[in-house]
């Protein structure tokens, strides 16, 4: 993937929520809640969410990194994405 930022990670998701949810109207921010306002994601839309960005950046997330921390904003999401995908360049 290269190096990238937490605001390219933003705009990839951005994406992906788009094409899994087309109905969702929400504009979405840093700050957007992904649960309880913002998205108001269920707990089967985040499994949908997390095997769309899994697949999307061919990682796989540990059962312990499914927290309500990790899931609470867009923000959150994708700085958990980015450690992720800078910890599989370093081990490249």
Known sequence: MGSRTQ???EQDLRGVIAEIFPAQQVELTTETPLFNGGLS???TQMIELT???ETFYDIELEPEMLTVENFATLGSLSGLLLDLLEDEVSAV
Do not use: E, V
């Open 51 to 53: 095997l769309a960005f």
């Open 41 to 43: 994601l269920n707990s």
């Open 7 to 9: 605001d390219d990670i």
